[in-house]
């Protein structure tokens, strides 16, 4: 599976940086011990307390920072604040098609294996660590739908609903292109 992932991903990124303000997440794949055979990704809940994004599920991750030698460094930078991820213990296997935010930052999701236990700790930007079966978000009975408005038109987006959590907006898009690019898992966007 994780070689089938990487050779997936080359085959799919051949784009040119916006221009915008960019940032980096980590679609995180937990690849070892009990996880080899059902692997599961990490996701967070913000904090309640932050001006931006408050509540909201996530991939961890942020802005860059002038101090980052690349886009997949701010990702690993920023795991490990947001929840101790040791960069030591995960492989990049690719980068996915970066999206724009409604704040008008380039989002650059990158996909890789954490390849050893963690002790996951969240920091005061996150108010909770959890992770979520690759075959629950792939299993199109888990997959609901929500209206939102971008650009003046309104669209069906994919979300899922486990552990309370609500994965919706920018993070369900990115789960989306993630389990459409390396599972052919053909969810779509509904237009209206």
Request: proline letters at 5%; a negative charge; glycine letters at 6%.
């Amino acid at each position: 599976m994780i070689e089938e992932i990487k050779y997936k991903l080359n085959l799919h990124n051949s784009e040119k940086p916006s221009g915008r303000p960019q940032a980096s997440v980590l679609i995180a794949i937990l690849n070892y011990g009990k996880y080899i055979g059902s692997p599961e990704l990490i996701y967070t809940q913000r904090s309640n307390n932050l001006s931006t994004h408050s509540g909201e599920v996530s991939f961890p991750g942020g802005k860059v920072d002038e101090m980052d030698t690349s886009l997949f460094g701010t990702a690993l930078r920023e795991s490990n604040e947001e929840i101790s991820l040791n960069g030591k213990d995960v492989t990049q296997l690719g980068k996915l098609n970066y999206l724009i935010s409604r704040h008008k930052i380039e989002v650059n999701p990158f996909v890789a294996t954490v390849d050893q236990p963690q002790l996951l700790e969240p920091n005061e930007e996150i108010q909770e660590i959890f992770t979520v079966p690759l075959d629950f978000l792939l299993d199109s009975k888990n997959v609901q739908r929500e209206t939102i408005e971008r650009d003046g038109a309104l669209w069906q987006v994919p979300t899922w609903n486990i552990k309370d959590q609500k994965i919706w907006g920018l993070t369900a898009i990115i789960t989306l292109n993630f389990l459409n690019v390396c599972f052919d898992a053909n969810i779509e966007i509904l237009e209206g």
